[in-house]
């Protein structure tokens, strides 16, 4: 009879143990269930994703059409990365756009710059621009033309902010 009841004590210390992890689980447990099906869910939409990939990949058979690509051309010695070229614009292009309160020489000089790295964008795009050539209202609408280009390409740029005019020299 002593062993049985020193069982029966160790499960009641063990049961009191529990018993505040049982409460947790038993109030938590709409919040646990919550985060286990997101957690399923993400993880079928991005098995759906991954599938939906693959199978674009294979309908248009998307090695081919890198197949033309020279991708050395990415490696040579003196070209900046894009991501460098892109980070550049983006800091340029804020500052273009917040030239309000500076002078007309500083805002200059940042539009210059800021077409500069456009052009650098450009060339490791293969995009086709004419900034340098042109000047006043004709280089405004070449730098909004370049700008959608490398917006379709993937380069993220400052845009003009609601109710903002922009200074012309």
Known sequence: ????RGLLLMLAILAVCCLPAAFALLFCADEII??????WAEWREQRRERRTIARLDRAIEADALTRDIDLTEFD???????????????????????????SVVWHGAVIDAYDERLRAA?????IPEHLAELEGVDREIERVRV????????ITLPTARAGH?????
Do not use: K, S, T, Y
């Not at 009879?1 to 049985?4: A, L, S, T």
């Not at 919550?34 to 957690?39: K, L, S, T």
């Not at 450009?122 to 293969?126: E, G, H, P």
């Not at 005019?165 to 020299?169: A, P, V």
């Open 165 to 169: 005019r922009q200074r012309h020299r």
């Open 122 to 126: 450009c060339r490791a795009l293969d």
């Open 34 to 39: 919550d985060r286990v099906a997101c957690r």
């Open 76 to 102: 040579r010695n003196g070209r900046r990365p894009l991501e460098q070229i892109a980070a550049d614009l983006r800091r340029f292009g804020g500052h273009r756009l917040a030239a309000a309160d500076r």
């Open 1 to 4: 009879m002593g062993v049985g």
């Open 147 to 154: 700008e959608g280009l490398l917006h379709a390409a993937g």
